[in-house]
């Protein structure tokens, strides 16, 4: 899977009903599996992906979410022929709309985002960050009035109609996602009075330790292992990562039980313990209980 997820500027800026947050992670994930130099490939993303505890009600959820995306239209033309989760698996498969191409591979303006630190909260956060970047070679300030912006996020013109509402619960929700991800956006508001009718949007900052070109290369080689081996470690993997541990401390646990089917088994069982744990219990910090709980399901 790639790091980066791609899309046309058209496609990014055109208005539609909002996704759900199970909507955008599937709709992410999906986007990442896209070779620039390759044909539109087959869909085959792990549910853990998207889902990080498996339940009854998590799963309704995502076949929701599937038939959303299955609905949604885009100059006339679905993204998707079809998404699904296969019977007997816990697997999502599907096929991109070829027809689509333009926007899903785009060789013009686009949007080129590198997903690798971020897990947003709020599917308006990667709504926002997907159009801040579209914005990104634009050298003058956007202007978004208000009743524009309610009916891009939100796909209608009254919610939150009073500002501060809006503020504190789109704004300030989405300022906390970017910072978590180490990503900061600024804007102003313009006014009419003393009532505010639009946005000044102005920079997106990208975090401030980029990656060096060798520390890229090694994890090409690593995500490039990673897909030619059984579901199972890239499963154990996304908990992993999602379980806040840094990259080099889940490549290390993976790297330990690889090689021995038994071991990747007891791996997955002592994740399946922590997400049990995590569901009843309020978690300071969650990296650190899961190294506690690996740790000691593989000290002897």
């Known amino acids: 899977m790639n790091t980066i997820a791609c899309l046309s500027n058209q ?12 909507e955008t992670k599937i709709f992410i994930s999906a986007l990442r599996r896209i070779h620039k130099r390759n044909a539109l490939p087959e869909i085959s993303i792990p549910v853990s992906e998207v889902l990080p505890v498996a339940s009854g009600a998590g799963y309704k959820m995502v076949r929701e979410a599937l038939e959303r995306l299955n609905s949604r239209l885009y100059d006339g033309q679905p ?3 079809d998404l699904r989760i296969e019977d007997g698996t816990a697997t999502i498969q599907g096929q991109f709309n070829n027809q689509m191409q333009q926007h899903l591979k785009p060789t013009g303006e686009c949007s080129c985002i590198n997903f690798t630190r971020i897990q947003f909260k709020n599917a308006h ?5 997907w159009l801040l970047d579209s914005w990104n070679s634009i050298k003058v300030e956007i202007i978004q009035p208000l009743e524009e912006l309610r009916q891009f ?15 504190r619960h ?21 006014k009419k ?15 401030k330790a980029i990656p060096t070109e ?65 569901a009843g219990n309020a978690i300071k910090d969650l990296r650190k209980l899961t190294l506690t709980y690996v740790r000691n399901s593989f000290k002897d």
């Open 79 to 81: 993204l998707f022929l």
């Open 125 to 129: 956060s990667y709504r926002l960050l």
């Open 11 to 22: 496609l990014v800026r055109q208005p539609g009903t909002p996704m759900t947050l199970a």
């Open 214 to 278: 060798e520390i890229q290369e090694k994890e090409a080689i690593w995500v490039d292992w990673l897909e030619r081996q059984p579901p199972i470690l890239n499963d154990c993997y996304s908990w992993l990562l999602k379980y806040k541990l840094t990259k080099p401390e889940a490549w290390d646990i993976i790297k330990m039980v690889c090689k021995d089917a038994n071991k990747a088994n007891k791996l997955q069982e002592t994740l399946y313990k922590v997400s049990v744990y995590k």
């Open 170 to 190: 789109f704004l300030d929700v989405i300022e906390a996602d970017f910072k978590a991800a180490g990503l900061t956006f600024s804007y102003r508001v313009k």
């Open 193 to 207: 009075g003393r009532s505010v009718v639009a946005i000044i949007w102005k920079t997106l900052e990208a975090p």
């Open 153 to 167: 996020f939100f796909a209608d013109t009254s919610t939150y109609a009073v500002f501060a509402n809006l503020k």
